[in-house]
Each structure stands twice: as structure tokens, then as C-alpha cells.
């Protein structure tokens, strides 16, 4: 046992061999031992989980917070009542209630006090840990026979020598040998050992199916392998008692039906040693009750110190009823306490009935606020629904034109769709006549290439020719040159004998030309009378005598009537080529008006322009 449970031990021990005294000090003393017991108690049940649950570890002096805290949830207990029972297997629930209702069915199975849920949440925590106390030492004192197995497959709380074992010769030698005292306490070093499990019970409980009560009535048929094999498993030790005793009687029975009051020697060592397991069950469960016992002693003890305190307290001396009376004015020291608190509580209270007040008028604004609210909104609602309907109306009217305008998009689609794909056509033609035409002009290209070849050729052909002919002209141009010179040389000449003859000619020459007689004229009597070739006139005036009737004249060349423009002008033109070879000239017209001046000059013929030009 640890040495917080060697605490609790002698702490119980003093408490229960002192003996109360009367007065105050002695009831604080024994209150103060309560607390320290109930102190101890806690930190062995602390310890006693951190044990069985793994991981646990709890402060052993935890505060009943501390402990609430940690057990609150169910989820400890759970753990705890799965290690003490694996075969109950109890999962956690979704909320820590269930999981707490859980463990009170349990201990309400095992018949152990139980404490209620309120207890744990925000009551005391005496009650739980005096539950989960009263489960710690059942299962530590309960040792052999747990109470599931008890409970789920008999307990042995027949009596053993109503059976008749107590008279058999065999159960009495090893009686001695096994001893009560001896197993319990064997049973007490190593409750593991003597605890079966569910899983184990449920194991053994199908073996001894198999092995003894399918073969009841034939017990004396079993090979001795097989009872050797029992025997020395532990699996005897972790039956059912419900099973042991089945056995008993079954061998019993067989006894009796031979009557030959003969037992095999190997089935009296089964009954033997089933006979010993049933008593050092027999003698565990007695343990346990003396335990159980000792601990009602102890709670008993308890309870009575506590009457023993309540009744001197209730006979108590001056001393006492002193300490009562400075209780007594505390407690009236509190009352005040209380009445001032009553009062400003009461003054709290009015305050905040009117502020209630205050809220209500406030709320009765605010409803009729409301109910303003409500209306606007309503009205608005009313509008907001007329709007919603033309809006929707013209929706739809909007939605019909844009399904017409859909409709013809549509039409356009098609149009344009049926357009693209002549289009389409259209181009794939010219695609066709461009590529036609492309590959034509390819053929024309390679054409005009060769040709430009050939032409190329020819051209140089033609160079070289020209070459050839540039070179005999350029010699014939160069005796063209030189025959230029010489030229230029007898122009030169030739001009200055020309000028040279003009002068010759006379440099002031004066010329006659007789103008014939106009279309029109009535009297076409001439005076002209002789002209000369060498420019000799005689010219004839009838209406004188002698010598001025005729009259003699001499010029350099006299033009007749006859004459033309041409006649005069190549008479003139040397003149011109002097002009160019720059000697000065000068050509005037003289006579009297109608002479025919400015018509030999300019030359504007009337009749005869070809003979003008
Ligand atoms: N040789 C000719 N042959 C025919 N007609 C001529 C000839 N000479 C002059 N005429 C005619 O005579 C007319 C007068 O000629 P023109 O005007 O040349 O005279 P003019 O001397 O210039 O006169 P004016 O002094 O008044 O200017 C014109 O009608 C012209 O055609």
C-alpha cells in the first residue's frame, strides 16, 4: 500500500481511538481531524486513479475545483471503470452528462452509493470522492471473486458444507494445507491474480463448457492428461464459481448413481482442488465482508464523535455559550451586513423599476415609431410594388421587342451567314483565278526571264557592235572634225567676201516698186512709161508740156506691178545673213499714202496669202 493509504490508516486509527472531549476546542480539534481524514481519504482515491489511469496524474492534494475540473467531463470515469471492468468497455458519450450518467448506472450495478450529477457540477465533492472511495476499495478488497463475476455468473454464497465437502475426508486434508487466512491474504498481496477479467471469464467460462459441462456424467471418463492440464492452468482459478459448484454436483451425482461410493483417483483431485477454489472464494468473500464491516465501524465511530460534538455543544458551559454568544453577534454582525445590503438592493430595485419605467415610455415610442415605420414602409411597399408591375410590364414589352430584334438579328445572322458563304465562295474562285494567275505569271516571268536572257545577249551582241561601229564613226567623226575646220575656215571666207560684195553693192541701195492699181480705182490711166532693167523709169505727166511731161528717173532695182512679195523679199534677204553676221542694217519704206508701204513691208496680203508667204 502506498504511503498516503499508511497515512490514511493512522489517521483513522487516531481518530477513532480518541476520544471527544467536551467544549469548543475540542470540536475544532475534531473537526479539524474530519478534514485532515477526509484529506487523506482524497489523496489515496487521487492516487488510486493515477494508478489505473494512464497518464493521469493528478495532484494528490488537489482542491475539490481541481477535482471537479479533472471529473467534470465524465471522460476519467469512463477510463476508470474500463480499466475495473474492460469488459464493460463503455465508450464516451457526446456530452459530459452522458458520460457521467454512465458511471452512476455502473455503480448502481455494483451496488455502490452513488452520487448525483448536481454533486459533481457545482455541489460538494465529498460525495463523489466517497463514491469513487467505496469503489476503490471494493475493487482492492474484493480481491478473488469481482463483482461482475458474482453478479453475472453466481457467487458463492451458498454455504460450502451444505454440499456435504466439509465431511469429505480429501476437503479437510487440504483445508489444513489452504488455509482461509493464508489465501486471503495471498489474495490481498496479488488482486490481480485472484481478479478475473471479463475477457478472461469469458475465455474460461467456454473452456469449461467444452471440457465439463458437455461431458457431465462422464467425469470419470476424462484422461488424466486432460485433468492434469486443468489443474495446472490457472484457468481453475479464474472460473465461474456457478461453474465450480456445477462440477461438485456433477461428480457427486455420478457418485451416487454408481454406488459403489468409489471415486477415480483423478477425478477426487479435480473435486479436490475445485472444492479448494470455491472456499478460498468462500473465505476471500469473507474478508471482504469483514472489511466492509470494519469500514461501517469506522463510518459508525465517525457519525457517533459527531453526535458526541452535537450533543456537547448542545449541553455546552459558560465558556461555550461565550463562544456561541461571540457567534451569535457575529452572525448579527452579518445580519446588518445583509439588512444594508437588503436596503441598497431595495434601493437598487427602485432604481431599476424606473428605469424600467423610462424604457417603457421609451418603448412606447419606439412602437409608435414603429408603427409610423410600418406604414411608410407599407405605403413605399405599395409603390415600390406598382413600380415593380409597370417596371415589369415594360419588361415586357421590351423583352417582346427584344425577341423581335432577336428575331431579326437572327434573319441578319442567316442573311449575313448565307452572304459570308457566297462570299466565301467568291473568294475561293479568285483564290482559284489568282492562283491561276499567279501560276501564269510565274510561266510569263520564267518566260520574260529567258527572254531577258537572250535579250541580254543580244544586247551585248549589240554593244559590242555599236562598240564596234562608235569606233569607225568616231574615226569618221574625227575626219569630219577636221573636215569641219577647213569648212569653218572657207565660211569664214566665204561670209567676208559676202559682205564684202554687199559693200560692193552700195551700202545705201534705194529700191522702186510700183504699186498696180487697186480693184475699184475708176481711172486706170498709168504714168509709168518705161522701166528699165537697170532701174531706169520714165514716167509720163499728160497734163504738162515739154520737158516735165516726161520725166527720167534712176534706182537700184525697180519692182513692176507684177512683182511679188518673194521677188522683193529675195532681194532682200543677203541682208538679213549680214544682220546675223553682225553688220548693221536698216530697211525703210517711203511715199505717199495708198503707196503700198506698209504692204510690201509686213506684207498682210488680202488676196494672195500663199504668195505673201
Ligand atoms: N504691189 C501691190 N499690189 C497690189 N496691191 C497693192 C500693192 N501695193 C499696195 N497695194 C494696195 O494699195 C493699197 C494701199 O496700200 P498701203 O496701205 O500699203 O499704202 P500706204 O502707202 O501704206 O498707205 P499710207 O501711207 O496711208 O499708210 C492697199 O489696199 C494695198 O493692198
Redesign the pocket.
Known amino acids: 500500500m502506498s504511503s498516503a493509504s499508511d497515512h490514511l490508516m493512522v489517521q483513522n486509527g487516531r481518530a477513532n481511538s480518541s476520544k471527544v472531549p467536551v467544549g469548543s476546542g475540542v470540536l475544532e480539534s475534531t473537526v479539524i481531524r474530519n478534514n485532515d481524514i477526509e484529506a487523506n481519504q482524497r489523496a489515496v482515491t487521487v492516487e488510486w486513479m493515477n494508478s489505473i489511469v494512464p497518464n493521469l496524474n493528478f495532484p494528490v492534494r488537489a482542491s475539490s475545483e481541481e477535482l471537479r475540473a479533472c471529473l467534470i467531463d465524465g471522460t476519467v470515469l469512463l477510463q476508470l471503470l474500463n480499466k475495473l471492468r474492460p469488459g464493460y468497455a463503455c465508450k464516451a458519450g457526446s456530452s459530459s452528462s452522458e458520460n457521467v450518467r454512465k458511471f452512476l448506472a455502473s455503480m448502481d450495478e455494483l451496488g455502490i452509493l452513488k452520487f448525483e450529477l448536481s454533486d459533481l457540477e457545482k455541489g460538494s465533492m465529498k460525495n463523489v470522492m466517497d463514491c469513487l472511495s467505496t469503489l476503490r476499495a471494493q475493487f482492492s478488497y474484493m480481491g478473488v471473486v469481482s463483482p461482475i463475476g458474482g453478479n453475472k455468473y453466481g457467487s458463492p454464497h451458498g454455504d460450502a458444507s451444505s454440499n456435504g465437502l466439509s465431511s469429505s475426508p480429501t476437503f479437510r486434508e487440504e483445508k489444513q494445507k489452504f488455509s482461509p487466512d493464508s489465501k486471503t491474504q495471498q489474495a490481498l498481496r496479488s488482486p490481480v491474480m485472484t481478479e478475473p477479467s471479463a475477457a478472461s471469464m469469458h475465455h474460461v467460462v467456454h473452456k469449461f463448457h467444452e471440457v465439463f459441462q458437455l461431458k457431465q456424467g462422464r467425469y470419470s471418463d476424462l484422461s488424466a492428461a486432460k485433468i492434469s492440464e486443468m489443474m495446472k492452468s490457472n484457468s481453475l482459478d479464474n472460473a465461474p464459481t456457478q461453474s465450480l459448484l456445477s462440477v461438485v454436483n456433477g461428480i457427486l451425482d455420478e457418485s451416487i448413481e454408481r454406488k459403489n461410493d468409489k471415486i477415480p483417483h483423478r477425478v477426487a483431485c479435480l473435486l479436490r482442488k475445485v472444492v479448494q477454489e470455491i472456499e478460498r472464494r468462500i473465505s476471500t468473500q469473507a474478508e471482504h465482508l469483514r472489511t466492509q464491516n470494519n469500514l461501517f465501524k469506522v463510518r459508525e465511530e465517525k457519525y457517533q464523535s459527531r453526535i458526541r460534538v452535537l450533543e456537547a455543544l448542545a449541553s455546552g458551559t459558560g465558556e461555550e455559550r461565550g463562544v456561541v454568544m461571540d457567534r451569535l453577534q457575529q452572525i448579527k454582525i452579518e445580519k446588518s451586513k445583509m439588512e444594508e445590503e437588503k436596503k441598497t438592493g431595495v434601493e437598487h430595485v427602485a432604481k431599476l423599476i424606473k428605469e424600467q419605467e423610462q424604457r417603457d415610455v421609451e418603448l412606447s415610442d419606439l412602437k409608435q415609431e414603429l408603427k409610423l415605420a410600418k406604414q411608410t414602409h407599407e405605403l413605399h411597399c405599395l409603390q415600390m410594388e406598382t413600380e415593380a408591375k409597370a417596371a415589369k410590364d415594360g419588361l415586357e414589352g421590351r423583352m417582346k421587342e427584344l425577341e423581335i430584334l432577336l428575331e431579326d438579328s437572327r434573319n441578319q445572322v442567316r442573311v449575313l451567314e448565307a452572304y459570308s458563304q457566297s462570299k466565301s465562295n467568291m473568294f475561293n474562285k479568285k483564290e482559284h483565278i489568282f492562283k491561276s494567275f499567279v501560276e501564269f505569271q510565274f510561266g510569263a516571268l520564267k518566260e520574260l526571264m529567258l527572254s531577258s536572257k537572250s535579250i541580254k545577249h543580244e544586247i551585248l551582241q549589240v554593244q559590242k557592235s555599236n562598240l564596234e561601229e562608235f569606233n569607225d564613226l568616231g574615226v569618221k567623226l574625227k575626219a569630219l572634225i577636221d573636215a569641219t575646220g577647213d569648212y569653218h575656215i572657207v565660211l569664214a571666207e566665204n561670209r567676208r567676201m559676202f559682205n564684202e560684195l554687199q559693200e560692193l553693192k552700195g551700202n545705201i541701195r534705194v529700191y522702186c516698186?510700183?504699186?498696180?492699181f487697186?480693184p475699184g480705182q475708176a481711172a486706170k490711166h498709168t504714168t509709168v512709161e518705161y522701166i528699165g532693167e537697170h532701174g531706169e523709169l520714165v514716167v509720163v505727166n499728160p497734163s504738162k508740156q515739154g520737158k516735165d511731161r516726161r520725166r527720167n528717173f534712176k534706182f537700184n532695182k525697180i519692182?513692176g506691178?507684177e512683182?511679188t512679195q518673194a521677188e522683193v523679199y529675195s532681194d532682200t534677204q543677203p541682208l538679213i545673213r549680214s544682220v546675223l553676221d553682225g553688220y548693221g542694217v536698216c530697211i525703210f519704206?517711203y511715199?505717199?499714202?495708198?503707196?503700198?508701204?506698209?504692204?510690201?513691208m509686213v506684207c498682210?496680203?488680202?488676196?494672195s496669202i500663199i504668195s505673201c508667204n
Do not use: E, M, N, V
Open positions: 516698186r510700183i504699186r498696180p487697186l519692182f506691178p512683182s519704206a511715199g505717199q499714202t495708198g503707196s503700198g508701204k506698209t504692204y510690201t498682210i496680203c488680202r488676196h
